[in-house]
Each structure stands twice: as C-alpha cells, then as structure tokens.
C-alpha cells in the first residue's frame, strides 16, 4: 500500500515561516535542526517538497549547505525541481537594473531604509526605520510607474519589492505540480505574509490546504502562531509520520 504521505506536496515559504523574521534581511538564521528535519520529511514524501521564498535561491542555498532542496526563488522568477535548475539572468533587465542604482541614491539620506538587490528584482526595506514607511512605499511605487506595465510591487512585512510582473508564488506553485514528484498531489503551502496570500489561493484552488504563520487578514485555511510552532509540526511529521496542520496546533 503506498505511504499516505506520498500523496501530498509540502510547498514552504522561508522569511518569517520556516526562520524568525529579523532587522536586517541578511542577518537571518536557520535553526540548527532544520535541514536535517526537511530533509526526513523530504524523503517521506518521497522527494515533494520544495522552499517557495521571494530570496535568491544561491542565498537559499547558502542557508541549507550541503542540503540542495527543491526551491523557487524571487517569487518564482527561478527554480529548481528535481534538480533542473530555471534562472533569472538580471542581465534581461536593463531598466531594473538603472533603477537599484537610482533607488540606492533616493534612500542614502533616510538612515535605516534599506535596499535589498536580489538582482532581477529588488525590495526596499523600512523596519529600522517604520516612521520611514510612507517614503519606502511611495519610492517603490514611484519607481514602477516609471517602470510601466513590465513591473509590479509586491508589498510584504515592512518590505514592498520591485518585480517583474510575471512572477507570483501561485503561479510557481503551478509549475511544481506539472512536474515529478509533485504533479497529481494535494498541494499544502505554508507562508505568513501578504506575498504568500497569491501561494494560498492557487493551493485552495486546488483542494490543497493554505497555513498561514502568525497574525493578520488571510484566506489560508489553518493557523499557526510561530516559525517555532512550525518547526515543531515539521519535526513531529518527519519523525513520526503523524500529518499536521489540523487546526491551530500540531
């Protein structure tokens, strides 16, 4: 009889889902049990699992060393399934790439607004500085427009991003499942920001089931309260086989 396991897709937002949320985007931590934790549970769902961030996969990827998961980075805009690797080349956004250098010069003068350059999209970050958070947004706005239909802005906790258009973790979501191990799974995607809420619709379209991490307006099925709380479920699921995610604990 086949593992009931095997019968889902784990799709896990990273920043503030699978690691705490901190000041400053590079100083983030991955707790030292996690990938040996995603990696039994990888392996109990026999290889559909993947880490759905708006980060580079490369940074992704320096978090988790020697572990290469299945990922989707900048929101969708590269991937890796099964291996197979799909890149962004900032090269084919030469607008984008004007206006990192303009938006670096906009905020040099507001201490505490920060620019984050994932290279094919870039986010502007106001938690040091929340009394900045009408400049940040109105910057990142403006900075679109100037941009036009191509470019979108993707607002997250206290970060509002610059990003191609096409990118969105639904849609990503989409392309997992057409693939080996993923296609004809019942899909769960964890996350907890306004940029995962496009994941959670996609998933809920597909009779899989949304979990939405912390506080906050959501369309996600299932609450959790912390990034602890779902390192917690992640550990009982890997080790016991026992499926989480039925209401607001493990």
Request: glycine share 10%; net charge negative; aromatic share 6%.
């Amino acid at each position: 009889m086949p593992d009931m396991n095997e019968r889902y897709a784990l799709f896990l937002d990273f920043d503030g889902t699978l690691v705490d949320i901190v000041e400053r985007p590079d100083a983030v931590r991955v707790d030292p049990s996690l990938p040996a934790v995603l990696t039994t549970l990888q392996e109990r769902l026999g290889g559909a699992l993947a880490i759905i961030s708006g980060r580079p996969v490369e940074f992704l990827d320096g978090r988790f060393v020697p572990h290469a998961f299945d990922m989707a980075g900048l929101h969708g805009l590269e991937h890796r399934i099964a291996g197979k690797m799909s890149m962004c080349d900032p090269g084919e956004h030469p607008a984008l790439r004007a206006t990192v250098e303009r938006l670096s010069a906009i905020v040099s003068g507001k201490e505490g607004v920060l620019i984050e350059d994932k290279g094919c999209s870039v986010a502007v970050h106001w938690r040091l500085a929340p009394h900045e958070k009408d400049f940040a947004i109105a910057t990142a706005h403006a900075a679109v427009e100037a941009l036009g239909a191509d470019y979108r802005v993707q607002h997250g906790k206290a970060v509002a991003e610059i990003l191609p258009s096409a990118a969105g973790k639904g849609k990503v979501i989409e392309r997992f499942l057409q693939e080996a191990p993923y296609r004809g799974r019942r899909p769960i995607f964890v996350g907890d920001d306004l940029t995962d809420e496009n994941g959670f619709k996609t998933v809920n379209a597909q009779g899989g089931l949304s979990v939405r991490i912390g506080a906050g307006d959501t369309i996600a099925k299932v609450r959790l309260g912390t990034p602890a709380d779902l390192r917690h479920c992640l550990s009982t699921w890997a080790f016991e086989g026992t499926l989480p995610f039925k209401g607001d604990d493990c």
